[in-house]
């Protein structure tokens, strides 16, 4: 049986850092509104110049670091992003070739803020069949490039940033098990209503821009989050007590919250980020995870479960042993 393990870990966040005070001058908000109703302080902003592209490559060199593997060693790329450099190639092409790295599948996946548990879930599938042994899977966003900066209902709560892994075959777990979900009948809650396929006068008078009615989402994700922890658990006939850190989408610290209380879990077992990142959309797992792993909190042998809810809407879990 060939299961697949993560083996390096790897962050990246812009050096540039947006506060709370900063938003303060921007839109009609304030500190205490957004960490009140957030949870978040502060966000990293990519400068001009400055792409999706790049942010993934920085953390991917630093994952292919940790795992002690060189770009030639890499045979599947998959980059999880709803932000892509361009129309095509892939930013997963893009970064192969910054790797130069040749010849190896390398694809995008897009499924907003579950993108990595999605991402990470294929890249188990090409592993568990004998098509990859060693693949590098990345959320990477830019998703200040689709705020409006006078929205104050959306532009205070997402920042940029990437996170990376390396997943390689194995005899032991690892990977234990990913659940993906989507139901495309909730588009209107949570989207960018402009696109390139629609020609680029879609993306005009503010349809480039995310549009959110927050409250519903707030809800949905509660309820939706809740059930496939209980989905997981059960799929791996497990307790809430077999968890040993909950790495969660780091949407609002109140959605996270709300399933560490359905998994019984004290808050000292679940990794936070959404203070100091904001919500990086398909990058915050990832960068969660990399985060307590290089802190020493998160040990090889531990119990992990990985969850995210999204545009789409899309949500997933992973269960695993790192
Ligand atoms: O990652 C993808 C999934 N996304 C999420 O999971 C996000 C889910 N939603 C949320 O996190 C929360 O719904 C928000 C943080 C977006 C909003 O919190 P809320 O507690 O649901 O507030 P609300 O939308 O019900 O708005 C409460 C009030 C409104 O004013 P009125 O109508 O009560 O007078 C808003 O206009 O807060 C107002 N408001 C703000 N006030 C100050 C909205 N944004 C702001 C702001 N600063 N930035």
């Known amino acids: 049986m060939i299961y697949s393990r993560i083996t390096g870990t790897g962050g990246y966040l812009p050096d540039k850092v947006l506060t709370n005070q900063d938003l303060e001058k921007i839109v009609d908000t304030t500190d205490q509104w957004i960490r009140e109703r957030t949870g978040i302080s502060k966000r990293h902003i990519a400068v001009e110049g400055q792409n999706t592209v790049d942010l993934a490559e920085c953390a991917a060199r630093r994952a292919l670091a940790s795992a002690g593997r060189d770009a030639q060693d890499i045979d599947l790329i998959i980059v999880a992003t709803t932000t892509p450099d361009r129309v095509f190639p892939s930013t997963a092409c893009l970064l192969q070739k910054r790797l130069d790295r040749h010849g ?109 009615k927050g409250n519903e989402v707030f809800k949905m994700a509660v309820n939706t989050l809740g059930r496939i922890v209980d989905e997981t658990l059960e799929a791996n006939n497990m307790e809430q007590s077999d968890i040993d850190w909950l790495i969660p989408h780091q949407a609002n610290i109140r959605i996270i919250q709300a399933t560490a209380k359905k998994l019984k879990m004290s808050m000292d077992h679940v990794v936070v980020t959404v203070d100091e990142h904001g919500n990086t959309s398909g990058a915050s797992v990832p960068l969660a995870l990399d985060v307590a792993v290089r802190d020493g909190r998160i040990k090889r042998g531990e119990t992990l479960l990985m969850e995210a809810f999204g545009g789409g809407f899309t949500w997933g879990s992973i269960l695993l042993k790192f």
């Not at 568990?128 to 689709?146: D, F, M, N």
């Not at 777990?173 to 659940?179: A, C, D, E, K």
């Open 104 to 212: 190896c599948a390398a694809f995008d996946i897009q499924a907003v803020c579950t993108g990595f548990v999605y991402a990470l879930s294929v890249a188990d599938k090409f592993i568990r069949t004998g098509t990859a042994k060693c693949a590098l899977v990345i959320g990477a966003e830019t998703l200040s490039r689709v705020l409006d900066w006078t929205d104050r209902s959306t532009c205070v709560l997402f920042g940029d940033g990437a996170g990376a892994v390396v997943l390689e075959a194995g005899e032991e777990p690892g990977i234990l098990s990913t659940h993906l979900h989507a139901d495309g009948a909730y588009e209107h809650l949570l989207s960018v209503s402009g696109g390139v396929g629609q020609g680029y006068d879609s993306l005009k008078e503010g349809n480039g821009y995310v549009t959110m």
